[in-house]
């Protein structure tokens, strides 16, 4: 079945430390992707989207993220996490001649001092 | 500029309730989304709307109807609420494509009870 999953729930980590939030999709062929950020009690607001070319895409607020065909995998990444990054995640998918977007189940961060 | 915009904020219904959930946008934007989240889970498209009078059914979309008589509105109808129905709505929109940035509203959260 086709899908997009992220396959951690909730990850806290240190004010200042990396991070990676994990995004695998399960389609015939490579979607367009996208990361979203949820702050709490607000709407979604895009982080970064890849559609091809440089597999390295760079997005707001300092993050980042990494298309890697063989491992079907868009990660997302900052080499150092803020407090105001606390917020959930949303990995998503548009699959080719498809009209919305389909997400993946998101994932919480927790920023600690 | 306002961008999406999303009345009420909050709701509770009784069983077998009526309403309509407002979504406008002043983006001029073509197409316009209907998505609930459910708790722990991402966002699930109920309807879409690729430009005035133009609408489609998503991946959820029964108990729910919609109509785009304007580019601007794309107002959600409930007719007979069910406790199912229970979740955080949002609407979004995006200019020409699925593929462009979506734009989310600050979301309504509706009890039934």
């Known amino acids: 079945a086709q899908s997009v999953t992220q396959p951690d729930i909730h990850i806290t980590v240190s004010e200042g430390a990396s991070l990676e939030l994990r995004c695998n999709y399960s389609y015939g062929a490579t979607p367009y992707l996208f990361w979203y950020v949820q702050s709490p009690g607000q709407g979604l607001q895009l982080l970064l989207k890849?559609?091809?070319?440089?597999?390295l895409v760079q997005g707001i607020k300092g993050f980042e993220a990494e298309f890697k065909r063989s491992q079907s995998s868009f990660n997302l990444r900052k080499p150092s996490v803020h407090w105001s990054d606390a917020a959930e995640y949303f990995c998503a998918v548009v699959i080719t001649g498809a009209n919305n977007l389909f997400f993946g189940t998101g994932t919480r961060l927790t920023v600690i001092p | 500029n306002a961008g999406v915009t999303q009345t009420p904020k909050f709701r509770i219904l009784k069983i077998g309730q009526s309403m309509t959930l407002q979504c406008a946008q002043d983006m001029n934007h073509n197409y316009m989304y209907w998505y609930r989240q459910d708790p722990g889970m991402g966002l699930k498209l109920i309807y879409y709307?690729?430009?005035?009078?133009?609408?489609d059914k998503g991946e959820v979309p029964n108990g729910y109807n919609v109509s785009r008589s304007t580019t601007e509105d794309f107002p959600l109808r409930l007719e007979l609420a069910a406790p199912s129905q229970t979740s955080v709505y949002f609407c979004a929109s995006s200019s020409r494509r699925s593929t462009d940035t979506q734009y989310f509203g600050p979301g309504t959260r509706l009890t039934v009870l």
């Open positions: 890849y559609f091809s070319g440089d597999t």
């Open positions: 709307s690729v430009g005035a009078g133009i609408t």
